[in-house]
């Protein structure tokens, strides 16, 4: 269709706007303007507010549909002209949670890039969101506070679940040594294209902190132990990240197993690639919840992880780079308040046996004795005590440990702990859920989650995000009028305590009773 006078003159002045390369240009008139950016697949077009600019989907690497699921990411296709990034992209095929909205969608591998409107080039933080590696999105979160700190931040979508993580022989087969892990490698293939592209967006190629939390944090520390992901970034901040330690991750024999029972139950019995790539999405989330009922951990798949991460970082082999590594205090209270939510029945003292057995355990359960729910507020509280210290706290302890005996390594370990912080899952529960899983977020991120945060939690907030940045941009969280941070060594036991007051605290290990997870540690 013939374009008009004004749809040519656009056309004209975004194009001219792209040719210097390397640099990130403002276009349109004074009341819309177009920030433009070139990537290596071409020009992109985004928005444009007061203070930061945002491109948002743009593909890091192909659609992994038809013959491409379940294969290592491939380049993205080009495009000639100018492509709007100014919405975000479908996020990764997920069932429907408080933490990611439902979709189907195979066409996901994309991310989201958040500059400063300062001149660069800026240190730049990847954001790899959380979800058991089966549910979340990057569009969530909302990094206004680190961009404000002269930080480009890019938020990234993985492939999750089964389409994800799932290994299976005919995988292994067909790729010659292993099958698996494919959600690393996207995240592999996002901070490649950051490497190449973000000098473009204002941003130091060789000033790149990774961080995520939850699942996204064992991410982190995934490829702090990845031989694939050496110099692709250059500081690590794993929130809430190590809790595979306790439970370990599955070698490649053992995550083929439970692919072959994840695909029979999806209704391929022939177990050949057709059947495989034949299968509907649907029928893929369906299934594997009978295989990985609270979510996939990456596997020891010989390729992308060579061994567990706790065994890398036992053996010193991961990247030596410096790291912060931290949980909350009352992590596990978030689950026990979704399960309230989900049931509407609170934990009470004569199920509480019973209730830790069948969510954590009969081994954890044996433990029982030492969280007593006479010495807590209510039976919910205790279960929450018992798991975050049993699943989380612990074992983060233990990653601390492991990557700060590492000669000249640089390690800083926090713990936040805010006990009003806003409860992050929709609906009421019988408890005060704290400083729970994820609560420490939106002290970071504009959360999509509508809670308000108080005048002393926006101070903190601050406080966090001022650590945060001054990491990403020295390696070295101090400066300014912010309390010291030590860094943790294995002699030097001491967090830092991110809570309303900000101090640093030895007693950790004890509140903890890391004597009773990790005796001897």
Same mark, same amino acid.
């Given at each position: 269709m013939e374009r008009t006078f004004e749809q040519r003159s656009m056309v004209k002045l975004l194009l001219a706007c792209s040719i210097a390369l390397g640099t990130l240009t403002a276009c349109?008139?004074?009341?819309?303007?177009?920030?433009?950016?070139?990537?290596?697949?071409?020009?992109?077009?985004?928005?444009?507010?007061?203070?930061? +600019?945002?491109?948002? %989907?743009?593909? #890091?690497?192909?659609?992994?549909? %038809?013959?491409? +699921?379940?294969?290592?990411?491939?380049?993205?296709?080009?495009?000639? %002209?100018? +492509?709007?990034a100014t919405e975000y992209a479908a996020h990764c095929a997920q069932p429907a949670s408080p933490y990611g909205v439902a979709s189907s969608s195979e066409d996901c591998l994309y991310l989201n890039v958040h500059t400063p409107k300062t001149a660069g080039p800026h240190p730049v933080m990847v954001w790899i969101h959380g979800g058991a590696f089966y549910l979340g999105q990057s569009n969530t979160y909302k990094p206004d506070a680190l961009v404000a700190e002269n930080h480009v931040v890019v938020t990234v979508n993985y492939r999750l679940g089964a389409l994800g993580f799932m290994a299976h022989p005919a995988l292994t087969a067909e790729h010659g040594t292993a099958s698996g892990n494919y959600g690393l490698m996207d995240q592999q293939a996002a901070l490649t294209w950051v490497k190449n592209n973000i000098a473009n967006f204002g941003g130091n190629k060789d000033n790149v902190t990774i961080f995520g939390e939850s699942a996204g944090g064992f991410s982190v520390n995934s490829h702090l132990a990845s031989p694939g992901s050496v110099g692709l970034f250059h500081k690590a901040i794993a929130m809430s990240g190590a809790y595979p330690f306790g439970s370990g991750q599955d070698t490649l024999a053992q995550s083929e197993t439970k692919g072959t029972t994840l695909t029979t139950n999806a209704g391929c019995t022939a177990q050949t690639l057709t059947c495989l790539r034949g299968l509907s999405v649907a029928s893929l989330l369906s299934a594997q919840s009978g295989v990985w009922a609270q979510g996939p951990i990456p596997s020891v798949d010989t390729a992308v992880l060579?061994?567990?991460? +706790?065994?890398?970082?036992?053996? /010193?082999? $991961?990247?030596?780079?410096?790291?912060? $590594? %931290?949980?909350?205090?009352d992590e596990w209270r978030l689950f026990v308040a979704q399960a309230e939510l989900a049931t509407g029945t609170p934990v009470t003292p004569a199920t509480y046996a019973a209730t830790i057995t069948a969510t954590l /355990?009969?081994?954890?359960?044996?433990?029982?004795? #030492?969280?007593?729910?006479?010495? #807590?507020?209510?039976?919910?509280v205790a279960l929450g005590a018992l798991g975050t210290d049993a699943v989380f706290s612990c074992s983060g302890r233990v990653s601390g440990k492991l990557l700060a005996a590492v000669p000249n390594s640089v390690v800083y370990s926090y713990e936040f702990n805010d006990p009003t912080a806003p409860q992050t899952l929709p609906g009421t529960v019988s408890f005060i859920t704290g400083s729970a899983h994820t609560s420490e977020l939106q002290y970071l991120f504009?959360? !999509? !989650?509508?809670?308000?945060?108080?005048?002393? $939690?926006?101070?903190?907030?601050?406080?966090?995000?001022? #650590?945060f940045t001054r990491f990403s941009r020295t390696g070295n969280p101090n400066g300014g009028t912010a309390v010291n941070w030590p860094a943790y060594t294995t002699a030097n036991d001491v967090y830092l305590s991110l809570a309303p007051t900000v101090a640093t605290t030895t007693n950790f290990a004890v509140d903890h009773k890391c004597n009773v997870w990790t005796p001897g540690v």
């Open positions: 349109g008139g004074d009341d819309d303007p177009a920030p433009t950016a070139t990537t290596t697949s071409g020009v992109v077009v985004g928005t444009e507010s007061a203070n930061a +600019r945002a491109f948002l %989907g743009i593909p #890091y690497a192909a659609p992994p549909v %038809g013959a491409l +699921r379940w294969k290592a990411p491939a380049a993205p296709a080009s495009w000639t %002209g100018t +492509r709007s060579t061994k567990t991460v +706790r065994a890398s970082f036992t053996a /010193g082999e $991961q990247a030596k780079v410096p790291v912060i $590594q %931290g949980t909350t205090h /355990g009969p081994v954890v359960a044996s433990a029982a004795p #030492y969280y007593p729910v006479a010495a #807590y507020a209510n039976a919910s504009t959360l !999509n !989650n509508g809670n308000t945060l108080t005048t002393a $939690q926006r101070t903190l907030a601050n406080t966090m995000v001022g #650590y």
